[in-house]
T-cell receptor
């Protein structure tokens, strides 16, 4: 399975600021997925990031709030813009390991907005 | 749309005993994958076990096994000889076998507590 490095591990941010989360994979992958996990909740897909094209956002998530970059087949970033306390969550990136047919996750980024 | 239901928000088990976590799902597809993921307090999502729908044999990984009932759309996880390190949130998940842009659908999770 792919190995994913995600950073920052955690951060505390002020309302109105933006934070960019980075995800680096040790192999080339076509699609990368960004999830949000609000406190005590399950995972919700934010968007799917394909290299060379615009990310595909799920209902309730918009590009202005969660811009995503995918410059190559091993790297992606998710920015949480103009943050409010409601954005306090764990954000996780993930990829499909095609050979193993499993979804592998990064360690997650715990974001707290004051 | 596919849905995954975990009806047990919390479960507890005595150390060394056996516990079963329930999961049901709804789909019109005939070919798909089912997963159990574990999320300890470290928040890392860890794959516990995977089942391909076309396989009748239940998947097994050491102390973890599943009871896959395709007709009933049920996919329970059995943990034998429970250990303190098994304490975590457990999520059941589904995806169509033709991955494409299909997303993984998660259940709401079951928090498992191990009693020493």
């Amino acid at each position: 399975s792919a190995v994913i490095s995600q950073k920052p591990s955690r951060d505390i941010c002020q309302r109105g600021t933006s934070l960019t989360i980075q995800c680096q994979v040790d192999s080339q992958v076509t699609m990368m997925f960004w999830y949000r996990q609000q406190p005590g909740q399950s995972l919700t897909l934010i968007a799917t990031a394909n290299q060379g094209s615009e990310a595909t956002y799920e209902s309730g998530f918009v590009i202005d709030k969660f811009p995503i970059s995918r410059p190559n087949l091993t790297f992606s970033t998710l920015t949480v813009s103009n943050m409010s306390p409601e954005d306090s969550s764990i954000y996780l990136c993930s990829v499909f390991s095609a050979g193993a047919n499993v979804l592998t996750f990064g360690a997650g980024s715990r974001l707290t907005v004051l | 749309a596919q849905t995954v239901t975990q009806s047990q928000p919390e479960m507890s088990v005595q150390e060394a005993e056996t516990v079963t976590l329930s999961c049901t799902y709804d789909t019109s597809e005939s070919d798909y994958y089912l997963f159990w993921y574990k999320q300890p307090p470290s928040r890392q999502m860890i794959l516990v076990i995977r089942q391909e729908a076309y396989k009748q044999q239940n998947a097994t990984e050491n102390r973890f096994s599943v009871n896959f009932q395709k007709a009933a759309k049920s996919f329970s996880l059995k943990i034998s000889d429970s250990q303190l390190g098994d304490a975590a949130m457990y999520f059941c998940a589904y995806i169509r076998s033709d991955f494409g842009n299909e997303k993984l659908t998660f259940g709401t999770g079951t928090r498992l507590t191990i009693i020493p």
